[in-house]
């Protein structure tokens, strides 16, 4: 036997039940199947009580819209020969519902159990419909068998109770079918309660532990567990196989693919789960069992979040070697009932912080500082206080416990691209890495955790090409003529998310296409200011991220500070910034290195031929440089070369800048100032010279 549960997805339209039709009539074996409300149904009652409790005449609507679409649903997909009695069920109900809607418009008033009753009707409604389209399906409804008790304010399962009912309604049903609706339960007095939201996957792991299903099926309208959200992630690839600790650390963490109560149930009775797409039902999807993870797996499953943060951090001296002082935090917390999910400590055991939902931050406040008012006035506790708006991440996978030096790629990675690690916390078994970011940096983490794990063999950049002169644009005809040879023998991928010209810039995270990047440059409405394309850039907060300046610009050399200093890598064309005022240099160096990003300009010497990577080679490794004999300039090389007794200087400078080879202002050539000069103080090493340039004629000649 298994049990199936259909999400609002998968029951939400006229074609996506006849998927539900299909999947469950194409098994033989008996099959329990669990039913969700239909897709955003839940919401709409939520809010139709809300505007009828605030005497909104406009619930009125709302209502006949929630009518209308059971109507449409039942016309769309219920055999007619069943559609009267169908109809007359539901119906029924839904006057029901109204009247609840028009009583709560009277006294102004929405109590929470009054509420209960109110989203209890979408799965009343939804299994009836789904039970009438499904040959040979009967429906039982789960307010009959099950059952919850209250806890602080949460409806919690009753699970002896609930037990013993579930076989007194299922051992003697022989139908192939039975349809249940999902989430909905009752007390002890009989009132409606429900499992809370998702609460259909907990409804659907209940039923296959206590029955001893051989699988549990959750139909959903997604492959199956993702490596990370596929909202953020655009390459986020789908989970094979996971144990049942690691599917709890995820769904703990954000991953909204199962309620993450449906988990313990089936655990403890050793019932796989199935994670399958009602809309692409060939996928295999994501299995979940007990079966420990192969050695050559990669060392994390998945990442997931929580957008929505505050971390509560509890301080003083105070605390240093007193027994029971987190108990005290924890069980003020608890007996509230506000949920902690990330513990971090300070091994000198001065301060604790945890983190809980933005919306219970000032509860947890408020019951901590009472708790604690006696500390706090004698000054052993010298601070309660929240940080909002913050971001949790967890990385996850059990194979942690075997890499050496997950922790340290993990955080170095985050490093290099300027996030900064607020808290974070892992556990002796090594299944999981939490930690708390700025909310502003989420999703450059999760991409540049996810490129740094999944995607390995392969690394990204994101590159900021400004200026589309002759080197911006031999640069991307460049790119775009490597990329293919880039990918499959370096393992490098190359995505163009910024382009500026002198007078239009445009920025996208979706990448641009290099075959079309003139056209879509040129729709652009932005102007190429410095300040606009500093604030384009920065503001994308992209991984990775490269900023190309093929300009002979000194405006846009002066943005390389602020973008070294935001750990945006800068490689540069342009000569100025290496050939002004020394202590500028130097000071873009020492930003790079401190940030631990990259500040090239290897153009500016050599016309591109790896002169600086050689010099710094034999440097490191431990050579004196005692002289270099160059041309340093390949504009003056032309220009010594070209000059002669028929061609005078001023042609030669023209034949360089018709050729290619000068600044769009040859001055920046003519006057050295393409390299500009400093004598190593640690000896006769030269990092960068400054030259003259003494032009002899024969003032016999002609020219």
């Not at 069920?89 to 009054?114: A, C, H, P, Q, W």
């Not at 985050?414 to 502003?440: H, K, M, P, W, Y």
């Not at 300039?633 to 001023?650: K, Q």
Request: glycine share 8%.
């Amino acid at each position: 036997m298994k049990v199936l549960k259909f999400g609002g997805t998968s029951v939400g339209t006229v074609d996506s039940l006849r998927n539900v039709k299909a999947i469950v009539e194409g098994n033989t074996e008996p099959l329990i199947v669990v039913v969700s409300a239909l897709g955003g149904i839940t919401d709409q009652l939520i809010n139709t009580a809300r505007q009828a409790a605030s005497a909104d005449a406009s619930h009125v609507e709302s209502y006949s819209k929630i009518v209308e679409r059971h109507h449409r649903v039942i016309e769309g997909i219920v055999p007619e020969v069943r559609r009267p009695e169908v109809l007359a069920v539901t119906d029924k109900l839904l006057e029901e519902l109204g009247n609840i809607y028009r009583g709560v418009s009277l006294i102004k008033d929405l109590s929470d159990r009054t509420l209960d009753i109110i989203v209890s009707y979408g799965e009343r409604i939804s299994s009836v419909i789904v039970a009438n389209i499904i040959d040979g399906a009967v429906h039982r409804d789960s307010l009959s068998f099950i059952r919850t008790t209250k806890q602080w304010d949460k409806h919690i399962l009753d699970n002896d109770v609930t037990q013993c009912l579930i076989h007194s309604v299922f051992d003697d049903i022989e139908a192939p079918v039975v349809v249940v609706p999902g989430f909905i339960s009752c007390d002890s007095n009989g009132n409606v309660t429900n499992l809370g939201r998702g609460g259909s996957d907990y409804t659907a792991a209940i039923l296959a532990a206590t029955l001893s299903a051989d699988v549990l099926e959750i139909w959903t309208d997604v492959d199956g567990f993702m490596t990370a959200d596929p909202r953020v992630i655009n390459n986020a690839l789908v989970i094979d196989r996971l144990s049942f600790t690691e599917a709890m650390e995820l769904c703990n963490f954000g991953a909204k693919v199962i309620y993450p109560p449906t988990i313990y149930p089936v655990f403890h009775k050793n019932i796989p789960i199935v994670i399958k797409n009602t809309f692409n039902p060939g996928a295999p999807g994501t299995w979940i069992s007990d079966e420990p993870a192969a050695s050559e797996d990669k060392p994390i499953k998945g990442i997931s979040s929580i957008n929505d943060t505050c971390l509560i951090t509890v301080k003083g001296l105070g605390m240093v070697g007193v027994i029971g002082i987190n108990s005290r935090i924890f069980n003020a917390l608890a007996h509230d009932g506000i949920s902690v999910f990330m513990v971090s400590q300070a091994a000198s055991e001065n301060n604790t912080s945890f983190a809980v939902r933005n919306a219970d931050a000032t509860h947890a406040l408020k019951v901590l500082r009472e708790e604690f008012a006696p500390e706090l006035s004698a000054g052993s506790l010298t601070e309660i206080s929240s940080q909002p708006d913050l971001a949790t991440v967890a990385i996850v996978g059990e194979n942690m416990k075997h890499a050496v030096g997950t922790a340290g790629r993990l955080f170095n990675t985050l490093g290099r691209n300027g996030i900064s690690v607020i808290a974070c916390a892992q556990g002796a078994s090594e299944t999981n890495i939490s930690f708390v970011i700025d909310s502003c940096n989420l999703r450059k983490a999760l991409n540049v955790i996810h490129d740094s794990f999944f995607l390995s063999d392969t690394q990204v950049l994101n590159l900021f090409v400004v200026g589309t002169g002759k080197v911006g644009c031999k640069l991307l005809e460049q790119i775009h003529a490597q990329q293919d040879n880039l990918l499959n023998k370096k393992s490098l991928s190359l995505r163009l998310v910024g382009i500026a010209n002198s007078r239009q810039c445009y920025f996208t995270r979706d990448g641009i296409d290099i075959d079309s990047w003139e056209e879509i440059l040129s729709r652009s409405e932005l102007p190429a200011t410095p300040q606009n394309i500093l604030d384009g850039v920065i503001k994308m907060n992209i991984f990775n991220s490269v900023f190309v300046d093929c300009t002979a610009n000194e405006d846009i050399a002066k943005l390389y500070l602020p973008l070294l200093s935001n750990n945006i890598n800068v490689v540069a064309a342009n000569k100025i910034a290496a050939s002004g005022a020394y202590d500028e240099y130097v000071a873009l160096k020492r930003m790079a290195r401190k940030k631990g990003v990259k500040f090239l300009f290897e153009t500016n010497v050599g016309a591109g031929l790896p002169v600086i990577n050689t010099i710094n080679s034999l440097i490191n490794s431990g050579d004196r440089i005692l002289r270099i004999e160059a041309v340093l300039s390949g504009t003056l090389n032309y220009i010594c070369n070209a000059v002669s007794g028929t061609i005078p200087l001023t042609q030669a400078i023209e034949m360089a800048m018709n050729e290619g080879y000068s600044e769009p202002d040859p001055r920046i050539d003519l006057t050295g100032s393409g390299i500009q000069a400093t004598d190593s103080a640690k000896g006769p090493t030269i990092i960068r010279s400054k030259f003259s340039i003494v032009f002899i004629f024969n003032w016999a000649s002609p020219s």
